[in-house]
């Protein structure tokens, strides 16, 4: 599951790398139209979900859920929650759980839309303890514009 990831290259690069099983949420249908006119027939591969999180119950569990587009936009306790109540539903037990949102000293907004910035203790004090960190990264993604916007990431299983 790459959830957000309507205007993303994540599904190129894992279709290119022969991943099967594949499934894109965003809210969106622009963006998803647009990658699958980008994608061409492989497009076809793909299971294309038009929905907004906060209305979608999974019909199956995933092995692998990725955000990078999503959890960072969540301002109140209430939307991280829902959040965390689809994922706990949507994630296959033994699965891995991998959320990027912006660190700690990035960005305010993005898209002129206003964002929470976590360290990766914060943000892994959300998940827990549904969740168990496996992992955290800070990266410094460079942006078109030629800007530095820093990114916590974190890797997360499933607790027993």
């Keep these: 599951m790459d959830l957000g990831g309507g205007a993303s290259v994540v599904v190129d690069h894992l279709l290119a790398r022969e991943f099967t099983d594949i499934s894109v949420?965003?809210?969106?249908?622009?963006?998803?139209?647009?990658?699958?006119?980008?994608?061409?027939?492989?497009?076809?591969?793909?299971?294309?979900?038009?929905?907004?999180?906060f209305d979608w119950i999974p019909e199956r569990r995933f092995d692998l859920w990725h955000d990078r587009a999503v959890f960072h936009f969540l301002m109140d306790a209430d939307e991280r929650e829902s959040y965390l109540h689809v994922l706990r539903s949507g994630i296959a037990p033994g699965g891995w759980v991998i959320i990027a949102t912006f660190d700690a000293h990035g960005p305010t907004h993005c898209s002129g839309l206003p964002v929470?910035?976590?360290?990766?203790?914060?943000?892994?004090?959300?998940?827990?303890?549904?969740?168990?960190?496996?992992?955290?990264?800070?990266?410094?993604?460079?942006?078109?514009?030629?800007?530095?916007?820093?990114?916590?990431?974190?890797?997360?299983?499933?607790?027993?």
Excluded at 33 to 42: C, F, M, V
């Design 25 to 53: 949420l965003d809210v969106s249908k622009v963006a998803l139209d647009n990658t699958k006119a980008r994608l061409g027939p492989t497009a076809e591969q793909v299971h294309w979900l038009h929905r907004d999180i």
């Design 116 to 160: 929470v910035r976590y360290s990766p203790t914060e943000l892994a004090q959300i998940f827990a303890p549904h969740f168990n960190l496996i992992d955290t990264r800070s990266e410094e993604h460079l942006t078109p514009a030629g800007l530095v916007q820093p990114f916590t990431w974190v890797t997360l299983s499933p607790s027993s």
